[in-house]
């Protein structure tokens, strides 16, 4: 086959440019150099009659060597003429796509000036506070200390809008709950999510399909279910790490032990049990694989340097549903959240981790399925996990005629429970174990009042001290409940709660353009610093109408950790109050935390047993640090405590 020659291929592009071929433009680039030839040819006369007065005397050489150059100019090879239009098109392309990247602020909203001149907006900032401090949402909650305004904008994704924060809790909490037609859940949620529980209620916009699914799970979050079979689950993964904690004790003889994973791992037994209904005894199996006292390396024997144990061999489901849960970390922190996660996904160890997930909790439901259809038309199968309550209102919803549930949902939403349920509360628990044990006042406080609410005796010092699950939930010790609020204000495990505005809106008097992505933080000024202030005027009436209805904390003593802050003494005594001061852990409204419930009492029968059993001692400065990492939750990068005794 012959290849098109040159002159042909010229023809074409020719003509893609306005010339009818080849030969017309040669013929325009003779006509051009005929009129310069012609005018060097005029009389000296002539020319001189033509010139201004006082311009400068060009001479014919001078016109004959420029019509020269013109034509050597106008006779060069077409392909390279072309590739100088070619290049002439990518320059302005590339000017008008730089300014079509160049961030476009919202009128109004302060601020940082310099980033609306570059391309990448504030990701420099974002990236190098990140480096620094490994927080990226306590940077968010900085810009507003920094401009002293409540609601800025920043641009922390290319060529995007600018997202939105708010530093206020009453504005957030009026967004949250009263205003939720024009803010609905924002889409980084999905872009976050979308690789790993894409089918999970977390996952949806608030329609019509996300609220028929959550009625279909009300009931694993009703006192029935939690007090009866979650919280039997949860106590007895406890008193599994109770007998870890007394094993490690004895082994460390004072020294520092590393807390973070032990707490991990049996809170993930506990929503395992608590959503499958078998315990996988994974601190049973820690504690198994522990050594002999004398087997101990000889060589740490400084009593400040932290002792380390082997986990043993725990189940594969433990490794791959953390491999899952930290699979988000790296889309949190990146301007491209959904590409960067597709990508972990697919080529780390997230795609073994979900593969085998999907083949473990497929299993299951298939097994759930096959008992309750072989009980179907008789009784049902005792309810023991959060696959039977949801599979009898399945049962029910299917005599009503109405449709059931997916295995895909199913599957994610159960998966959406195990990450939900473990992680964020083994999060607060690192936390809190570190202010307990450098505020031993507070864990002297908080054992006395265990003791006196729960008519505790103890025999001796190194007795276990175990009460049921059931008096724990059910009777009221204001400075247990104290102690918990506190530990989620300042853990402030998730830093922040993000909205998306339906329609163009107003934020503390400011526009807010349909589409615009809305930060809340919950980490900086009200929580843990003092407050903005807002001019009142400007807040929307539904907010205006709560002013008092939240207290405000003490400036003097905010960023302590101090429960005392929650407690109210009226005629009745000392009392808990849960509007004492601004807290937001569990967002608020219809998309607050479906688990908030079930958390709680992880967090009241957990710390009950840790207290109870153990005297949390302080550790050496460079093992207190209480620098953070942003990971799928807001985490110590230092969880180390030694494990005494109680007096």
């Known amino acids: 086959m012959r290849s098109r020659s040159w002159g042909s291929m010229y023809r074409v592009e020719a003509k893609s440019y306005g010339l009818k071929s080849y030969e017309h433009a040669a013929h325009q680039n003779e006509h051009l150099c005929h009129v310069l030839h012609a005018g060097s040819e ?37 392909n390279l003429t072309n590739f100088i239009a070619f290049l002439a098109i990518v320059v302005v392309g590339l000017i008008a796509l730089y300014f079509r990247l160049l961030p476009k602020a919202i009128q109004g909203i302060p601020c940082n000036e310099d980033s609306k001149r570059s391309v990448l907006g504030d990701i420099p900032k974002v990236a190098a506070f990140v480096k620094k401090y490994r927080d990226p949402y306590k940077w968010m909650a900085t810009q507003c200390q920094a401009m002293n305004s409540a609601l800025v904008q920043v ?6 809008r600018p997202t939105v924060i708010c530093a206020d809790f009453r504005e957030a909490q009026d967004v949250l709950i009263r205003r939720t037609k024009e803010f609905e859940r924002s889409d980084f949620f999905m872009e976050v999510f979308d690789n790993t529980i894409k089918h999970a209620t977390i996952s949806m916009k608030t329609d019509d399909k996300f609220k028929a699914l959550r009625r279909a799970l009300a009931d694993t979050m009703s006192l029935t279910f939690i007090n009866n079979v979650a919280a039997l689950q949860v106590f007895d993964a406890s008193v599994t790490l109770v007998e870890l904690w007394k094993a490690k004790r004895e082994l460390a003889n004072g020294r520092p032990i590393p807390l973070a994973h032990d707490l991990e791992i049996t809170l993930f037994d506990a929503m395992w049990a608590s959503v499958f209904g078998n315990q996988l005894r994974s601190a049973d199996v820690m504690r198994k694989a522990l050594p002999k006292k004398a087997e101990l390396n000889s060589s740490q024997s400084s009593i400040d340097e932290p002792i380390t144990f082997q986990e043993g061999e725990l189940d594969p489901i433990v490794n791959a549903v953390g491999v899952i849960t930290h699979s988000t970390e790296a889309a949190i922190s990146s301007p491209l959240p959904w590409l960067t996660h597709w990508i972990v996904c697919k080529v780390t160890a997230a795609r073994g981790a979900l593969k085998y997930k999907h083949q473990v909790i497929t299993e299951r439901i298939a097994e759930s399925r096959a008992k309750y259809t072989a009980k179907s038309g008789g009784d049902l199968p005792a309810m023991k996990s959060v696959v039977d309550c949801v599979l009898r209102q399945e049962e029910k919803s299917l005599k009503k005629g109405e449709a059931g549930l997916s295995d895909a949902f199913l599957e994610d939403e159960l998966t959406a429970f195990l990450i939900g349920g473990h992680e964020t509360t083994a999060s607060v628990f690192q936390w809190g174990v570190k202010y307990l044990s450098d505020k031993p006042q507070v864990q002297r406080d908080l054992r006395s009042a265990l003791t006196s609410g729960l008519n505790i005796t103890r025999p001796d010092p190194s007795s ?4 049921t699950p059931a008096s724990i939930l059910e009777t009221p010790i204001p400075y247990l409940d104290a102690v918990i609020e506190e530990m989620l204000r300042m853990g402030a495990v998730a830093s922040g709660i993000s909205r998306q505005a339906t329609v163009d809106t107003t934020l503390l008097g400011y526009p807010i353009p349909k589409g615009t992505e809305v930060f809340f933080a919950n980490a900086g000024p009200c929580y843990k610093a003092p407050a903005i202030p807002v001019d009142e005027s400007k807040r ?53 935390c479906f688990g908030k419930r079930l958390a709680y009492a992880e967090a009241k029968l957990l710390l009950t047993l840790i207290v109870l059993n153990f005297d949390l001692k302080p550790v050496p400065p460079e093992l207190r640090s209480y620098d953070a990492n942003v990971m799928f939750t807001r985490t110590p990068q230092q969880c180390y405590v030694r494990l005494g005794e109680v007096a």
């Open 42 to 78: 005029r009389s000296a006369d002539e020319q001189a009659h033509r010139r201004p007065p006082f311009h400068r005397v060009v001479s014919p050489e001078t016109i004959k060597m420029a019509s020269s150059s013109l034509q050597a100019i106008l006779s060069f090879p077409p």
């Open 155 to 160: 641009w922390i994704k290319p060529g995007s």
């Open 464 to 467: 276990t001290v175990l009460p």
């Open 540 to 592: 929307s009436a539904s907010s205006r109408e709560r002013k008092g209805k939240v207290g405000e904390w003490d400036l003097g003593d905010i960023e302590e950790f101090r429960p005392e802050r929650w407690l109210k003494e009226d005629e009745n005594g000392l009392r808990f109050d849960i509007n004492a001061g601004p807290n937001m852990a569990f967002s608020a409204g219809i998309r607050g």
